[in-house]
């Protein structure tokens, strides 16, 4: 049998596009884009947009994704503490869906503002493309 290795960053010459695990805070998984030799201006361009895009995503999850564990920890000990001040120390130690489910609910709330920007900057990110994406296929022709 062949050993199995599997490294967090792809290696540095790919013949084809590559796609890794996934990040353990941003779920994001790493990719690493092949490089023609005859690569265009405008398929560099388009590699190049889909790299930063990568990026950004990966970024805004891994916060996104730090702050909402977080927050649920310190939500859980605080609801634990309240059943345990209520009910002595034999209060059960856990939380039912409907208690969690309070968590969620503010947390969708306190980042809506957050998550509709996001969805924005996405639209005009795939705007963005499909118009590169036009205008290489436009050229082909010409």
Not at 52 to 76: D, I, S
């Amino acid at each position: 049998k062949a050993d199995i290795h599997i490294y967090n960053e792809p290696p540095k010459n790919v013949s084809a596009d590559m796609i890794g695990p996934a990040h353990p805070e941003s779920n994001i998984r790493a990719i690493k884009l092949h490089i023609p030799d005859n690569e265009s201006a405008n398929h560099k361009r388009y590699r190049e947009m889909r790299q930063e895009a990568h990026q950004w995503n990966h970024l805004f999850w891994a916060k996104h994704n730090r702050t909402f564990f977080q927050q649920k920890e310190e939500y859980v000990k605080m609801k634990l503490a309240e059943k345990k001040q209520k009910y002595g120390p034999d209060a059960d130690q856990t939380l039912t869906p409907e208690e969690l489910s309070e968590f969620y609910q503010r947390f969708l709330n306190e980042n809506y503002s957050a998550h509709k920007q996001y969805n924005r900057s996405i639209f005009y990110s795939t705007f963005c493309f499909i118009n590169l994406i036009t205008d290489m296929f436009i050229l082909q022709f010409i």
